[in-house]
């Protein structure tokens, strides 16, 4: 796309992009390419045929619900493993959950640099989140645990499709 520079040093991000067209872009997308949210970075973009829509972007939302849910259970098993030692409970929360959080990162999350292929990276999502709902099961917290564990069985497919 071709972009004017009305004047030398104006940053990237005040110049207005044109489409072919001529038309102007919305300026949400000018901010979705400054900020690389939309898939740019790598040039690895998200196909057509791998958009979310309708059904599959309401399990997207469970399926990041239920990871963010992971994450929170395994800081609340952490906190009550330490049988009220606060400083343990602090420490162990915080473990659990910068643990979890990396391997999420390096091996499943859809943009990272090391991501594994299937089945690899079903092996790491269930053993995440079955630490995650075992852990809930050990504490004696049953409803979460379910919650958590159906959460993340019916929003499994979306982690399949590359998302």
């Known amino acids: 796309m071709a972009s004017e520079r009305p004047e030398p040093g104006v940053p990237d991000f005040c110049v207005i ?10 300026w949400h997308r000018q901010l979705l390419d400054l900020l690389d949210l939309n898939g740019l970075r790598d040039n690895r973009r998200v196909h057509a045929d791998q958009e979310l829509r ?3 972007l ?3 939302a469970v399926r990041f619900a239920a990871e963010l849910g992971m994450l929170a259970a395994l ?3 952490g906190w009550r493993l330490a049988a009220g030692n606060q400083a343990l ?9 910068a643990l979890a959080a990396t391997a999420w990162g390096r091996w499943v999350a859809p943009r990272a640099e090391g991501r594994l292929e299937d089945p690899a990276r079903l092996v790491v ?15 004696g917290a049953w409803l979460p645990a379910g919650v958590l564990g159906i959460a993340y069985a019916a ?4 982690g399949r499709r590359g998302h």
């Open 155 to 158: 929003s499994a497919p979306v």
């Open 125 to 139: 999502e269930l053993a995440l989140f079955g630490a995650a709902v075992l852990g809930l099961v050990v504490v």
């Open 54 to 56: 309708g059904g599959w």
């Open 89 to 97: 409970g602090i420490t162990l929360a915080v473990v659990l959950v």
């Open 58 to 60: 309401a399990l997207a």
């Open 17 to 26: 992009r044109r489409t072919p067209r001529g038309t102007r872009r919305p």
């Open 75 to 77: 800081a609340y098993v």
